[in-house]
């Protein structure tokens, strides 16, 4: 199941072949058809959803390549004016007929027999949510929403630092963070933080203008507060609030203790009185940071080379992308921060965007959007695209499944054994940092959107309590204060993709319950992995982790087990 040195979009069957999307005028005759058609069997029924099909994911692949554009280069004035254009004329216009479309397709009669079938199911029960959630006077607040989310992008990908005569994007900076030299560390440390809080004030307001915005979308749609409405638009059917809230306690009693005893250990490995937010990245006995490439290219060639030694499937996707020139990877000024893969609805070859430098976590953050790559090759073929638009809890244990079963083969990266060993240490290590930093935002968020009226001043003391909850009890703040007061800032889903968080702490469980199973049988784990992703969102996230033969499960006793499983492996 190879894939082929380049793809074409497959053949359209509604569409010209010739169509582009340029303005509201040129696609509103597509939806008018399908608004207007008549359906009088199941067979015109389930043709007509290929057909919506197939115009949403033209509309959303022009949308992926403004957005990729303008993330590539925030300082481009054309790139920003495509994607606000596409924001303010087009999606205002086309949100009310995508309801009417909605509601026109659930008042036929023929909707139960096709309710049957596998997807269908899920792609209806989804519908019918969007039919509630739907208000007119909700679209010109998206659309503002969008444009406030495009200035975060612009605001981060203009951070610069100036060390020692070079300019330096914070990306580029942060490797620094990993240099045995602590007195440079602590430089450099001081000057990304110093960049961060020159806009401390812009992006604070920002923020409480996203959160009154958001929080109308939730009072118009009937719901008390904007938590709410996102648990029922991003269709968390199989879990509540009450269930994070369970996640961030077991997460307090399970984890945040294993993650004070690596950095106690971290403060006797380096000798230190106490041990500062400078001392957390690099290698505590003080050896070179690992390097894990050169530049982009390298980083490509290995990648490919480290998922062909897994799977050929695996290497041939990195490989069609490359081909594609669907890879941008290293880091440079005027690129927004982060990174990413965008799935291509149409073309069903995505797009994936980093700042790399050289580091290890460069090489993971491949690693992770490798595996969401990979998981839309999987479901290119699936009928609809609402079949390949999978839940994020079912996306991320695609990507954080991939960190872990790559490891064996890091030493593609790292040709030394003992490089190869404390590379999967790291990588284990950063595991136990990253599930309290995950219940972190998740409960930031949950305060956030609960106290929707709060002064800046009243969400500074709420996120200090809350990271102070999770945060280890070793590192010694003093003096930097101002600094981790808006630590939160640097998190652009907090900006861009509100409730997108939580995901990662559940899909690092699945992760885990994966790679131990892939640890006791590699074929089995990962067919156990082939077998969950190319359900895509045909089945329901419970049925998804159970076809990877683990379970969905968040609760204190699993985490526990898992932990202990983590420790155990760094142990030995």
Same mark, same amino acid.
């Given at each position: 199941m190879l894939i082929a040195e380049k793809i074409t979009r497959p053949r359209r069957i509604f569409l010209p072949e010739n169509f582009q999307v340029t303005d509201w005028p040129s696609l509103k005759p597509w939806f008018d058809d399908l608004l207007n058609r008549e359906i009088n069997s199941a067979d015109s029924l389930r043709t007509w959803f290929r057909h919506r099909s197939e115009l949403e994911a033209v509309i959303s692949e022009d949308l992926a390549w403004r957005y990729i554009n303008m993330t590539r280069f925030t300082d481009n004035e054309a790139h920003a004016t495509a994607y606000r254009f596409f924001v303010e004329k087009i999606q205002p216009e086309i949100a009310p007929?995508?309801?009417? #479309?909605?509601r026109k397709v659930i008042d036929t009669p023929h909707l139960a027999e096709l309710e049957q079938l596998p997807g269908y199911n899920i792609l209806i029960r989804n519908i019918r949510k969007d039919i509630e959630l739907f208000r007119e006077e909700n679209i010109p607040l998206f659309t503002e929403i969008s444009l406030l989310q495009q200035q975060y992008n612009q605001i981060s990908g203009a951070m610069t630092i100036n060390f020692r005569g070079k300019e330096l994007t914070l990306q580029q900076a942060s490797a620094l963070l990993l240099e045995p030299d602590r007195a440079l560390r602590e430089e450099v440390y001081r000057l990304i933080t110093a960049r961060r809080l020159e806009d401390r004030q812009q992006l604070d307001a920002l923020f409480t203008k996203l959160i009154q915005l958001?929080?109308?979308?939730?009072?118009?749609?009937?719901?008390s507060n904007f938590r709410d409405y996102m648990f029922k638009a991003l269709g968390r059917f199989d879990y509540t609030p009450a269930d994070?809230?369970?996640?961030?306690?077991?997460?307090?009693h399970h984890v945040v203790p294993?993650?004070?005893?690596?950095?106690e250990e971290r403060r006797a490995k380096m000798n230190l009185p106490m041990l500062r937010p400078w001392d957390k990245a690099v290698d505590p006995l003080s050896r070179p940071p690992l390097k894990a490439f050169e530049n982009g290219n390298d980083l490509a060639e290995k990648g490919i080379r480290c998922f062909n030694r897994l799977h050929p499937f695996l290497g041939s996707c990195l490989q069609t992308?490359?081909?594609?020139?669907? #890879?941008?990877?290293?880091?440079?000024?005027g690129k927004a921060p982060g990174g990413y893969n965008y799935p291509l609805a149409e073309l069903g070859v995505p797009f994936i965007f980093m700042n790399a430098t050289s580091t290890l976590r460069d090489m993971v953050t491949l690693m992770h959007e490798g595996g969401h790559a990979v998981h839309n090759f999987l479901t290119r073929e699936l009928e609809l695209s609402d079949f390949k638009s999978t839940p994020s809890e079912t996306a991320e244990l695609a990507s954080m499944s991939m960190e872990l079963i790559s490891m064996d083969a890091w030493d593609e990266f790292f040709k030394h054994e003992e490089e190869h060993r404390r590379a999967v240490r790291e990588q284990l290590e950063d595991i136990i940092e990253t599930l309290p930093w995950v219940a972190t935002i998740d409960k930031f968020q949950h305060w956030i959107?609960?106290?929707p009226s709060h002064t800046e001043e009243e969400r500074r003391q709420a996120w200090n309590k809350i990271f102070s909850t999770f945060n280890d009890s070793v590192t010694d703040w003093t003096g930097l204060e101002e600094g981790r007061d808006y630590l939160w800032q640097k998190q652009l889903h907090l900006y861009e993709v509100p409730f997108y968080y939580i995901e990662y702490g559940m899909a690092q469980l699945g992760a885990l319950a994966l790679w131990r199973n892939y640890k006791k049988d590699k074929q089995a784990g #990962?067919?156990?992995?082939?077998?969950?992703?190319?359900?895509?969102?045909t089945r329901t996230i419970p049925e998804v982790y159970a076809a990877a033969g683990i379970r969905f499960d968040f609760s204190a006793d699993y985490i526990k087990g898992l932990m202990a499983f983590v420790w155990e492996e760094l142990k030995s």
């Open positions: 007929l995508t309801d009417k #479309l909605n958001r929080h109308q979308v939730a009072v118009n749609a009937g719901f994070c809230f369970n996640f961030h306690d077991a997460v307090k294993l993650l004070n005893k690596l950095m992308m490359r081909n594609m020139e669907h #890879l941008d990877l290293e880091s440079r000024k959107y609960e106290n #990962l067919e156990g992995y082939f077998n969950a992703l190319k359900l895509g969102n």
